[in-house]
């Protein structure tokens, strides 16, 4: 905060709440409430969209890698609300909190408003050709293909997903 850097702390600070929270599970989140809570004031106190985005992004990460999906959903909605409405050059923050808010709603149940959000999500990446984006919407949306009974478009989509993905190494996509 000297150095004239608080949009960094928040930064950190979003990312240690999501990492705090998927090391404890559905265990103790002590640390991670904590964390949470110190990164909201934070945000608050700067009163700049961005940083408060990123403060919603790690608590909807949070709560989504410790089972509280309703939660999860809400936070990254505001999330994406700040980062349309008052930041420039957050695709990679809007897409991270689409993906995320996307698989919530998938492990909640909720497929039919997924699988009116999955053409749109797709479109988007594809016209940006963010490889990434697309890369994971196709893993997790085999389940919407699943629950239309469509077991061969499900197994295309998976196929398709790691499309024009590295080979080498060991990447989250690959599991």
Known sequence: LEAGEPY?????LAHEM????AESGSGDL??????QATTMALAER?????PLARAYIGAGIAA???????????????????????????????HTVQFFAFMANI?????????????????????????LMLANLRIVGWNIH?????PELAETEMDRALEGWPETGLLTQHF
């Open 8 to 12: 960094r702390l928040v930064r950190g």
């Open 46 to 50: 700067f009163g700049q969209p961005e």
């Open 146 to 150: 699943l629950a239309a009974d469509d």
């Open 107 to 131: 492990i909640m149940g909720r497929i039919r408003p997924a699988t009116q959000r999955y053409p749109e999500l797709l479109s988007e990446a594809e016209d940006l050709g963010d490889v």
């Open 64 to 94: 989504l890698v410790t089972g509280r999906w309703r939660s999860s959903a809400e936070w990254l909605e505001k999330a994406e609300t700040v980062l349309r409405a008052s930041c420039t050059g957050v695709t990679y923050e809007i």
């Open 18 to 21: 999501a990492l705090r929270a």
């Open 30 to 35: 002590s640390a991670s409430r904590r964390i």
